[in-house]
């Protein structure tokens, strides 16, 4: 009994999603709810996924020429009114610091909803020449946004994050790289997280306040709805003008630079969540898998069963993240706890496969078992957890092709959202009215104008007038 109603205390995906991924990030021991109202205590569990995508998004950072560097939190009012659009676009998710100990400030402090202003004024005092340039800076910190609805992981009101912030001497090279860390990204998602991403630009509308232009990766959860997973931003020189940050260029006339800015969060954590997740509880793709071999010990209480358990996790540990749950609970609610954890291979080993000279190894994803001589453990299971992870992102592939549905006119476009759920790729004038009609009549946004372009009509979905786009439109998180 204890096995099964451990997992029952997952509501189905199927009967409430929202329920669903609250009681798996609950359950997991991901994270938990705290007294401050709309913040976090990401847990041990949870906090080990998010130093694996650290990890494997600072290397690709600096495969590219990225240095970190760490900026102060406070942003003072004058300096965040700098830059007009930019302060407009945030001040409604902006705290402020206006005591510091008994003392009343003589102005007030932000605490930075993102690093843009900080940044231009550092680099307005650091950047003097063409020597200078280009400056490829990121830090990873965290930020406050005083979000109305929160959710975990997916909208908190502080939460972490990396932020690259860049300037160049020409507009070519800040362009280049905004493109360059875009591809990053959506590489990273794919080849880590096993998420693919639709690549685009942003409409003017959704773009990021104070950009030139906004580029995104959207990725598609299960329930259908999209999520924003990253995003780079080209400034262009509107930023260096408000901040007066120039340098002398070779022909030794003063220019201003041109910047950028690019950042992933916590929510990836989110993401792959309900990208995988299943009914039973967690599936982590194996690269960012904490604990990516669990061993169960069967009858541990048997002479020399937990010797060898830990014997194969000590040879096992050279070349993976392994445990043994050596704890005193039923084998049954153990391989219970290891599915819901999202471990992606589990290990059993009991007294007649030592005395065999076997085990058998259960994937998590497919609950395939198979049975393994000891000696050859190493070899299947860096075989299993390799096909794991490409099977992995094959599987979101085809979910968010059979979610992704063509609309040629309104009539169709509203249908499909008041029947099914996913991306819908239709044809847009660009004019902002179409937008807001479309976000006011169906709660649905553009995802994004994709790199990959497809003439699906001549007319703007809308309102009927010649088309100038195709874009993916959802309902996002």
């Not at 660009?430 to 976000?439: A, L």
């Not at 994004?448 to 998180?477: H, L, N, S």
């Amino acid at each position: 009994m204890a096995d099964k109603k451990m997992v029952e205390a997952i509501t189905s995906m199927e009967e409430d999603f929202a329920q669903w991924y609250t009681d798996v990030v609950k359950k997991a021991e991901l994270c938990d709810y705290t007294s401050v109202k709309g913040c976090m205590v990401i847990k041990p569990a949870g906090y080990a996924i998010w130093e694996l995508i650290q990890k494997e998004l600072d290397a690709r950072f600096k495969a590219v020429g990225v240095q970190n560097v760490y900026l102060p939190m406070f942003i003072p009012e004058s300096l965040l009114d700098k830059e007009k659009d930019h302060v407009e676009g945030f001040a409604p998710e902006v705290a402020w610091v206006t005591q510091g100990g008994l003392n009343e400030l003589p102005e007030r402090l932000c605490v930075r909803p993102t690093s843009e202003t900080l940044f231009c004024d550092f680099y307005k005092n650091d950047i003097h020449s063409y020597r200078d340039l280009p400056k490829v800076y990121n830090q990873w910190c965290s930020v406050v946004r005083w979000e109305k609805e929160t959710r975990p992981f997916l909208r908190s009101r502080e939460f972490l994050w990396q932020e690259g912030h860049t300037a160049h001497a020409t507009a070519e090279e800040s362009q280049e790289r905004t493109l360059q860390m875009l591809n990053v990204y959506a590489k990273f998602l794919e080849e880590v997280l096993a998420i693919p991403a639709i690549k685009g630009q942003k409409t003017e509308k959704e773009k990021f306040a104070g950009a030139i232009a906004t580029y995104t990766v959207e990725a598609l959860m299960h329930d259908g709805k999209a999520l924003q997973s990253g995003t780079s931003h080209n400034f262009g020189d509107g930023f260096a003008k408000a901040f007066g940050i120039q340098f002398a260029d070779k022909d030794n006339t003063l220019k201003y630079v041109h910047q950028t800015s690019w950042g992933m969060t916590t929510r990836l954590i989110g993401a792959l969540i309900m990208v995988h997740g299943d009914n039973e509880g967690l599936v982590i793709p194996p690269r960012v898998a904490p604990i990516q071999i669990c061993i169960v010990p069967v009858m541990q209480k048997k002479e020399g069963v937990l010797d060898k358990a830990y014997e194969l996790r000590d040879r096992l540990a050279k070349d993976f993240r392994v445990k043994v749950d050596d704890s005193d609970k039923t084998p049954g609610f153990k391989f219970a706890e290891a599915e819901m954890r999202g471990y992606p291979i589990r290990v059993e080993i009991g007294p007649k496969d030592i005395e065999a000279g076997k085990c058998v190894i259960c994937r998590r994803d497919t609950r395939e078992k198979t049975e393994v001589a000891l000696e050859e453990l190493e070899t299947k299971a860096a075989e299993i957890l390799e096909t794991m992870q490409k099977e992995m992102l094959e599987r979101a592939r085809a979910h968010r092709d059979s979610h992704t549905y063509v609309a040629h006119n309104m009539e169709e476009f509203e249908q499909i959202f008041n029947e099914k759920s996913g991306f819908v790729k239709a044809m847009w004038c660009g004019c902002r009215e179409c937008e807001d009609q479309i976000k006011e009549k169906l709660a649905v946004t553009s995802r994004c104008m994709p790199f990959e372009q497809e003439q699906i009509a001549d007319t703007c979905v809308c309102c009927g007038k010649p088309a100038k786009k195709m874009v993916y439109w959802g309902r996002a998180y």
